[in-house]
C-alpha cells in the first residue's frame, strides 16, 4: 500500500475518515455533529416498549421463583 492510498483511507474501506484525526469531523451534509436535525421519536417509543414488555416477563418470572410455583407458565417460558 502506498502513503496517498493509505492518507485517503480507500484500502481500509473508511472513507478517508480517521477517528484519531485531529480537527472538527464532517458529517453528512457537512454537519459537524453526527446528532443534530430532526429526531424521530417513534425510535424511542419502541425502544421503551420493548424494555418494558422484557422486565415484565422478567418481573413475572422472579414471583413465580419467589412463590416455588416452578410449573406456572411464567416459570417454564423462561428467559429469551
Known amino acids: 500500500m502506498d502513503?496517498?492510498?493509505?492518507?485517503l483511507g480507500s484500502a481500509t474501506g473508511g472513507g478517508g475518515f480517521k477517528p484519531y484525526a485531529a480537527g472538527n469531523k464532517v458529517y453528512g451534509g457537512?454537519?459537524?455533529a453526527p446528532n443534530i436535525?430532526?429526531?424521530d421519536p417513534l425510535g424511542y417509543r419502541e425502544r421503551d416498549a420493548k424494555t418494558v414488555a422484557q422486565r415484565n416477563a422478567l418481573l413475572s418470572?422472579?414471583?413465580a421463583q419467589q412463590s416455588g410455583n416452578f410449573f406456572s407458565s411464567n416459570w417454564l417460558r423462561g428467559q429469551k
Open 3 to 7: 502513503l496517498m492510498t493509505y492518507l
Open 37 to 39: 436535525g430532526p429526531v
Open 61 to 63: 418470572r422472579l414471583k
Open 30 to 32: 457537512g454537519r459537524s
